[in-house]
């Protein structure tokens, strides 16, 4: 590890605060206050701070740690409170986590807001996290010593005990009381590497068993006494609203209470609230609502992609001008490809659905939801009822899946809720979104066309290279907006503009078209499709040169290319024993891919069954910096990858006609089973010094063009239209 | 509303409902048993596996009038069934479980399997499991913890 | 070969006009104590057999792959499901996974007494789903080595089960709709089964 880890000395933080109180039921709480760069979004000064508290060491010897984000299956529950336990010397198997609730003492160090996403948890909090571990330890160890008349720095501290010179010893839970009481220190090293326990190491996930026994429960689950369910008939064109509905037959459905229209973010809608599910949904089904979309855009995916083909044609922001953009022009016709690229509208479609509930009595509101902007959110419900913001408390739930979409500038899942909550004053309400409300409900990634010019040497590399990408912008709109770059939006272009190849003359601009279809970040977000456009192109330009895959990409790489290389050279090395075997009608596709710090590489080797790809294998390299814990980082690998293969499945893409989502559910929109997905996976990770990195996101971009890579080495096509309806 | 007597985890029940309501509702709203999970309500996605009368049963689509006398067993039970323990204890030493959803309907799922085929092939786990949905795509340790399962169980 | 259950004609007789074929019945001969009213009955009994047969209630069952189709427009069973060993699907994956013993019209998914494939030695389809022209089906549904066993007789307690009949009552999808239904009632499907088979199974060409 590098020095600046090992002393925790960080640009980031500024000034900590530690606030240390004891409980009213005994214990130590510790909470860290963090002073963040006045460059953050939220104000300098944090607001009010509920007595929370990072770490409780309880008199019963378990230790209690928040977790300031969302667990939506990255394996941040355990790997935080890993790095925290470690540093703190606490006995890991008495260590319980839990999922904080919204509060300023929780913002993302970095981001300002509490949050999830950017694959930046461990990123941001690595050193927040041994910090408070460290400190704790610190305050425990200060306690003893001042118990047994010694110098701390002769006390050592193993499993939750404290041990003094003479073979003095105390548990946590018996010094944490009188801990509380003393001086907190100031400078507080971190453990060597070498003294590390846990982090670094392969261990197993805290919320494994109750996954596994139907004891966890997540926001859908949630059962407050006298709770009510609602669901909501949204537009079926995005910002109608509504024009009629019969209510009659929804009342008179046993078990349904009330029958409603409330304003949406976008357009109108109508509520059912009943006391079970199955009533709602009766009621909500027999509406028969009619609907005025006059005054929207009917988004229409024929008209879009027609529309983005002509925009593809003109430049547009530029986002990066490197050399000369005209030097394409002087390229002989026989040395260019032009490529056109269409990706379809993707939604998440994460396994649990969208849900909050909430109560509201006038004067406080309570929210619980798996939400990955849970401050933002707390905000947006307070608006919604008039409240401040310290009036609404707002408890995070372990939620099924997230991939962005429960990462809402405009927070309109709950502002939904909340107003239901306030028309039912005092009574809990559950809103659910049922399936098919999610794969209508919009929120997806934006369709895109890419065109390219690209300009080939004499040396068989890119020369020049010029790229229009047309999308919509994710944070135009949204409080975000002010991230824009002279209208450029980042997301749309990364992975493309940043890339890591070298190519002289490299012109990339985009077009962003406002269309009347809400769009969110999608796991990867701008990789998403950039990575695809990229690694297909120079898979191309690789095999027009007679060149190795691995070897072309290599010499492309700028010489700060260092996590790709190092990936791409521990990927040559894992496959060396397969790759060269692979039987007659199996192919093997290459694709790099360097996104949120970390470099991933892969190899998949590819047969074609029935008309569809079978991924046999896949091999991942991977660089994410110094791995926290390297089973979570080989679970993300390989769930990132096959959750990628969405992007291939025939029915994996989201289509409006008339302004209608023409899909309802996974019959329509289909992500990949168990068959799509590759049969075994071998993940590699490349020891590094470096900070960590993200590991949600990166292996994303990279397995849709390395399967393709290798289905045009079986069928002689390159693929340039996804989803991939056919070979 | 009618009165429908059932069978879970081998304890009488009794719920009034609508008897259209699909079981997956009756069991987690009357019953208060959330382990089984909704994902799509179309048994697009197996997330509401039970075991009916010994069938693995995608309780989503089953009316709580179709049930009859059948026996139930969800999720909260099936540690207590040997095969079920070791399918559990499988998945967790493989660490198999990302955000969790699924994997009741997984496990419902792979007991089923291991039932009738204590020794599953490749292609028979991928048959077995082929219509369990995971957006996390935890797929290649969903077959390691089936194939870890078997051992034991073997 | 006896044909054990028929006693309206002579087994001789009926195997005789079995095997006249259209062409000769065309050019006007009449085979000596033939009845050829019986076997044009039974021809015509058989077209509506088969009008039956090739609906989607009925073919989507009696598929030449491993998978059911779903659907009027035939498409591939959703969701991974697969025929299995005996045509009941895999172990996690059975058909009774979700058919029931009758239809679930709440959530859209049909249901009948024992819901299962017809083995593929009666299916009624080629390798690429096209539904096979009735002389081809008429030749598996009468030939006992291929139908499973069964005589004349076997085959009208066939059609008398509840999943045969489940075609004229299928249920509802979960958006409401009903599905189609075969394009002659139950009763004359009955009967033309009764005609077809007292006639001896004839098989046009």
């Given at each position: ?17 530690l606030r240390v109180s004891s409980a009213a039921a005994g214990g130590l709480f510790v909470s ?21 508290a990072?770490v409780h060491v309880r008199p019963d010897g378990k230790i209690v ?23 703190m010397d606490a006995d890991?198997?008495q ?38 571990g460290a400190r704790t330890r610190a305050m425990l160890v200060a306690g003893a010593a001042a118990q047994w008349k010694v110098h701390p720095g002769q006390c050592h501290t193993?499993?939750s005990v404290v041990h003094g010179p003479?073979?003095q010893s105390a548990k946590y839970a018996e010094l944490a009381s009188a801990a509380a009481g003393l001086p907190i220190p100031?400078?507080v ?539 | ?154 | ?205």
């Amino acid at each position: 590890m590098t020095t600046a880890m090992i002393s925790g000395r960080s640009s980031i933080i500024r000034r900590t605060f530690l606030r240390v109180s004891s409980a009213a039921a005994g214990g130590l709480f510790v909470s860290l206050y963090l002073d963040w760069p006045a460059s953050a979004q939220q104000t300098a000064k944090p607001q009010s701070y509920p007595p929370d508290a990072f770490v409780h060491v309880r008199p019963d010897g378990k230790i209690v740690i928040q977790v300031n984000r969302l667990e939506f299956g990255q394996g941040v529950h355990t790997a935080l409170p890993m790095l925290l336990a470690d540093e703190m010397d606490a006995d890991w198997s008495q260590v319980i986590a839990d999922l904080a609730p919204a509060s300023d003492v929780y913002r993302d160090p970095l981001m300002g807001i509490q949050m999830v996403g950017g694959s930046g948890s461990i990123a941001h909090s690595f050193e927040q996290y041994r910090q408070l571990g460290a400190r704790t330890r610190a305050m425990l160890v200060a306690g003893a010593a001042a118990q047994w008349k010694v110098h701390p720095g002769q006390c050592h501290t193993e499993a939750s005990v404290v041990h003094g010179p003479n073979r003095q010893s105390a548990k946590y839970a018996e010094l944490a009381s009188a801990a509380a009481g003393l001086p907190i220190p100031e400078n507080v090293p971190l453990k060597k590497e070498s003294d590390l326990r846990l982090t670094g190491k392969k261990i197993r996930r805290l919320d494994s068993r109750s996954k596994c026994d139907g004891s966890q429960k997540y926001g859908l689950d949630l059962e407050l006494p006298g709770m009510k369910v609602a669901l909501v008939a949204h537009p079926p064109v995005f910002g109608a609203k509504v024009k009629s509905f019969d209510a009659s037959s929804a009342r008179a459905i046993p078990g349904v209470d009330d029958v409603f229209e409330i304003p949406l973010v976008r357009g109108t809608g109508i509520v059912v609230v009943a006391n079970r599910f199955w009533a709602a949904k009766q009621a909500r089904d027999q509406l028969h609502a009619d609907w005025d979309a006059a005054s929207v855009e009917r988004a229409d995916s024929a008209q879009l992609f027609e529309k983005y083909r002509e925009l593809a044609r003109t430049p547009g922001i530029v986002a990066v001008n490197r050399g000369d953009p005209n030097a394409i022009n002087a390229i002989p016709a026989a040395d260019r490809i032009v490529a056109e690229y269409e990706f379809p509208f993707l939604a998440h479609t994460p396994m649990e659905p969208l849900n909050t509930t909430v109560r509201f009595d006038g004067a406080r509101a309570e929210v619980w939801a798996g939400s990955q902007f849970q401050t933002v959110d707390q905000m947006a419900v307070a608006e919604t009822l008039g409240l401040k913001p310290e009036k609404v408390t707002f408890h995070t739930e372990m939620a099924g899946g997230g991939f962005g979409r429960r990462a809402t500038p405009d927070s309109h899942v709950q502002r939904e809720a909340a107003l239901i909550a306030k028309r039912l004053r005092g009574i809990p309400v559950k809103l659910i979104w049922t399936r098919e409300d999610d794969v209508q409900g919009g929120y997806y990634r934006p369709m895109h066309v890419h065109r390219l010019e690209v300009g080939v040497g004499a040396d068989g590399k890119p020369a020049a290279w010029r790229h229009v990408i047309v999308g919509q912008s994710i944070l135009a709109g949204t409080p975000f907006a002010s991230m824009l770059k002279n209208g450029l939006d980042e997301s749309t272009v990364e992975g493309a503009a940043d890339t890591h190849y070298t190519v002289p003359d490299f012109h990339v601009s985009a077009h962003h078209p406002v269309i009347n279809v809400p769009v969110l970040w999608w796991r990867s977000v701008g990789h998403s499709h950039n990575a695809f456009v990229m690694e297909t192109l120079i898979d191309e330009l690789a095999t027009r040169a007679n060149a190795d895959p691995i070897a072309y990409r290599e010499s492309l790489l700028a010489p700060d290319a260092n996590k790709l290389k190092t990936c791409l050279a521990l990927l040559e090395e894992k496959i060396a024993s397969w790759r060269p075997r692979v039987p007659r009608g199996h192919a093997v596709g290459i694709a790099c891919h360097e996104c949120f710090g970390t470099g991933v590489a892969c190899a998949v080797e590819v047969s074609i069954e029935n008309r569809r790809p079978r991924i046999h294998r896949a091999t991942i390299a991977v660089d994410p910096g110094f791995a926290v814990n390297p089973l979570t980082i080989e679970s993300q690998m390989q769930g990132g990858v096959s959750f990628g293969i969405t992007q291939l499945m025939p029915k994996g893409a989201i289509t409006l006609k008339d302004g209608r989502v023409e899909q309802r559910n996974w019959d329509g929109y289909t992500p990949p089973y168990i068959k799509d997905a590759p049969v075994t996976m071998d993940v590699h990770i490349v020891p590094s010094g470096e900070k960590p990195s993200g590991c949600g996101e990166p292996p994303v971009p990279v397995i849709s063009p390395a399967i393709v890579n290798a289905l045009s080495q079986l069928t002689g096509k390159r693929y340039r239209r996804l989803p991939l309806t056919e070979i | 509303m009618q009165t429908f007597k059932l069978i879970v985890n081998d304890e009488q029940k009794e719920v009034s409902a609508d008897p259209r309501t699909p079981l997956l509702w009756v069991l987690r709203e009357d019953l208060k048993m959330t382990g089984t999970k909704y994902g799509c309500g179309i048994a697009s996605c197996g997330a509401c596996t039970v075991h009916l009368g010994g069938v693995p049963t995608r309780s989503c689509v089953v009316p709580i009038s179709l049930v009859g006398n059948r026996p139930i067993m969800t999720i909260e039970a099936i540690s207590n069934d040997p095969v079920g323990r070791v399918v559990q204890d499988a998945w967790v030493s493989e660490d198999v479980v990302q955000c969790g959803y699924c994997q009741s309907g997984q496990i419902m799922s792979a007991v089923a399997l291991l039932k009738a085929m204590p020794k599953p092939s490749d292609n028979d786990i991928e048959d077995s499991m082929g219509g369990n949905l995971c957006r996390c795509a935890t797929y290649v340790r969903i077959r390691q913890a089936i194939k870890t399962a078997a051992r034991q169980l073997g | 070969m006896k044909r054990p259950g028929l006693t309206v004609f002579p087994a001789v007789l009926l195997l005789a006009v079995a095997s006249v074929k259209t062409a000769s019945l065309e050019q006007g001969s009449t085979p000596a104590r033939a009845a050829p009213r019986s076997t044009s009955l039974g021809l015509a009994a058989w077209q509506e057999i088969y009008s039956v047969m090739s609906h989607p209630r009925c073919v989507n069952c009696h598929t030449a792959s491993d998978y059911p189709q779903q659907g009027d427009e035939r498409h591939r069973h959703l969701f991974n499901v697969v025929r299995g060993p005996e045509g009941k699907g895999v172990p996690a994956l059975q058909c009774a996974t979700c058919h029931q013993s009758a239809n679930a019209d709440s959530t859209g998914v049909p249901g009948a007494p024992g819901w299962h494939l017809a083995p593929l030695s009666i299916n009624w389809q080629d390798a690429n789903e096209n539904i096979l022209p009735s002389s081809a089906v008429c030749k598996t549904v009468s030939d006992p080595r291929k139908n499973g066993g069964m005589d004349g007789a076997a085959l009208v307690r066939h059609h008398q089960t509840e999943l045969v009949k489940w075609a004229w009552k299928p249920g509802f999808r979960n958006d409401g709709t009903a599905r189609s239904v075969p394009p002659i009632n139950y009763e004359q499907f009955m009967a033309a089964t009764r005609t077809w088979v007292q006639a001896g199974m004839p098989c046009p060409e």
